[in-house]
């Protein structure tokens, strides 16, 4: 302790007093607790877009220097052919008026559902192509050359091109 303090504990001792405390004043006194309202935000819901529907003209391709560019194995979004590839890969090319870049509502390795070609080629594919710059509302279907011999070769219109809804992600409260 240092000497100041002690010097004024000392002159200066502690006192207590025995009366008894003072009261509030009314307005102080009649106070109450009241009920305190929390604003916790609230996220909304993310709801799946609606499917997308769209009417097209569908024809089948395989890769080969005439039906594609140069290097026919490699398609717009950098994925290569299975060198084994048939229609059950599944890939699908669409015009460029439907992909996203210009305006179109797809994008490359989105899942689509196609119905209305044949009991073989309906069915979900996946984007990896870009057709022809001449094309609109057209997607082209990858088969193989033997298929295309065998019957799968062909041009179809008042194809309906779906989106599909993704997956909703859950995730705990």
Same mark, same amino acid.
């Given at each position: 302790?240092? $000497?100041?303090?002690?010097?004024?504990?000392?002159?200066?001792? *502690?006192?207590?007093?025995?009366?008894?405390?003072?009261?509030?004043?009314?307005?102080?006194?009649?106070?109450?607790?009241?009920?305190?309202?929390?604003?916790?935000?609230?996220? *909304?819901?993310?709801?799946?877009?609606?499917?997308?529907?769209?009417?097209?003209?569908?024809?089948?391709?395989? *890769?080969?220097?005439?039906?594609?560019?140069?290097?026919?194995?490699?398609?717009?979004?950098?994925?290569?052919? *299975?060198?084994?590839?048939?229609?059950?890969?599944?890939?699908?090319? +669409?015009?460029?008026?439907?992909?996203?870049?210009?305006?179109?509502?797809?994008?490359?390795?989105?899942?689509?559902?196609?119905?209305?070609?044949?009991?073989?080629?309906?069915?979900?594919? $996946?984007?990896?192509?870009?057709?022809?710059?001449?094309?609109?509302?057209?997607?082209? +279907?990858? +088969?193989?050359?033997?298929?295309?011999?065998?019957?799968?070769?062909?041009?179809?219109?008042?194809?309906?091109?779906?989106?599909?809804?993704?997956?909703?992600?859950?995730?705990?409260?």
């Amino acid at each position: 302790m240092s $000497i100041a303090l002690f010097l004024l504990t000392f002159l200066f001792p *502690p006192r207590t007093i025995s009366t008894p405390a003072l009261a509030l004043p009314s307005t102080v006194a009649s106070l109450s607790p009241r009920s305190v309202h929390v604003a916790v935000p609230i996220q *909304p819901v993310q709801r799946p877009p609606r499917t997308l529907s769209y009417t097209v003209t569908a024809t089948t391709y395989w *890769p080969e220097p005439g039906q594609t560019d140069s290097n026919p194995m490699e398609t717009a979004d950098g994925s290569i052919i *299975p060198t084994r590839h048939s229609s059950r890969t599944r890939w699908l090319a +669409v015009s460029r008026d439907l992909l996203e870049g210009s305006g179109g509502p797809f994008r490359y390795g989105e899942k689509v559902r196609v119905q209305g070609m044949s009991e073989a080629l309906d069915g979900v594919y $996946i984007i990896h192509d870009t057709m022809n710059r001449r094309h609109r509302h057209c997607v082209d +279907v990858l +088969v193989n050359e033997r298929e295309c011999k065998n019957g799968l070769e062909g041009r179809w219109s008042e194809i309906k091109l779906s989106k599909l809804a993704p997956k909703p992600v859950w995730q705990a409260s």
